[in-house]
T-cell receptor, first 111, second 114 residues
Framework: KQEVTQIPAALSVPEGENLVLNCSFTDSAIYNLQWFRQDPGKGLTSLLLIQSSQREQTSGRLNASLDKSSGRSTLYIAASQPGDSATYLCAVRDNDYKLSFGAGTTVTVRA | EPEVTQTPSHQVTQMGQEVILRCVPISNHLYFYWYRQILGQKVEFLVSFYNNEISEKSEIFDDQFSVERPDGSNFTLKIRSTKLEDSAMYFC????????????FGQGTRLTVV
């Protein structure tokens, strides 16, 4: 059974600082990995998808890396802004039928 | 941009009542999912649906739950006899096939059982 862990559970940084969010998973036989953003009481917004054959994916200030063999992904957010405050979820897709989620990292960016 | 739409956004129901949560997935997607998130907890997988049948389900998805794609566009989750512990945010998602495809989620239905 795939287990996904996110560290840290919460993070508070001053505006402008870079954010580093970690995700680890136990079974490396994955299709892909997605990072999502969740605002309080809201749905899940897809940020980045990394295919299992990729090492990295970038979108604007966001960069995600994937080391499949060691079961790790890292999401980097450059030059954080107060609007980046949210919970960030990592989800691993093992097959066509299921995503397994981590518990998330709640980020607060202080103005 | 295509999106997954869920209705209603919030539903309050009495314990023991049946509820139906509705979703309109992205039109060219093949796989459909329901997830739930109890307040303060992880997003949990309930069920996936492909080619008009359940392809995988979790241990949470017991006989009280059922899914249906009645008309080729809607995808529903029915809870037959709701319990207090069914109170959660329920998310519908859809995706295409394979590793290149993202899963897209709806905004959720907050179900409150009283």
């Amino acid at each position: 059974k795939q287990e996904v862990t996110q560290i840290p559970a919460a993070l508070s940084v001053p505006e402008g600082e870079n954010l580093v969010l970690n995700c680890s998973f136990t079974d490396s036989a994955i299709y892909n990995l997605q990072w999502f953003r969740q605002d309080p009481g809201k749905g899940l917004t897809s940020l980045l998808l990394i295919q299992s054959s990729q090492r990295e994916q970038t979108s604007g200030r966001l960069n995600a890396s994937l080391d499949k063999s060691s079961g790790r992904s890292t999401l980097y957010i450059a030059a954080s802004q107060p609007g980046d405050s949210a919970t960030y979820l990592c989800a691993v897709r093992d097959n066509d039928y299921k995503l397994s989620f981590g518990a998330g990292t709640t980020v607060t960016v202080r103005a | 941009e295509p999106e997954v739409t869920q209705t209603p956004s919030h539903q309050v129901t009495q314990m023991g009542q049946e509820v139906i949560l509705r979703c309109v997935p992205i039109s060219n997607h093949l796989y459909f999912y329901w997830y739930r998130q109890i307040l303060g907890q992880k997003v949990e997988f309930l069920v996936s649906f492909y080619n008009n049948e359940i392809s995988e389900k979790s241990e949470i998805f017991d006989d009280q739950f059922s899914v249906e794609r009645p008309d080729g566009s809607n995808f529903t989750l029915k809870i037959r006899s709701t319990k207090l512990e069914d109170s959660a945010m329920y998310f519908c998602a859809s995706s295409g096939r394979g590793q290149v495809t993202e899963a897209f989620f709806g905004q959720g239905t907050r179900l409150t059982v009283v």
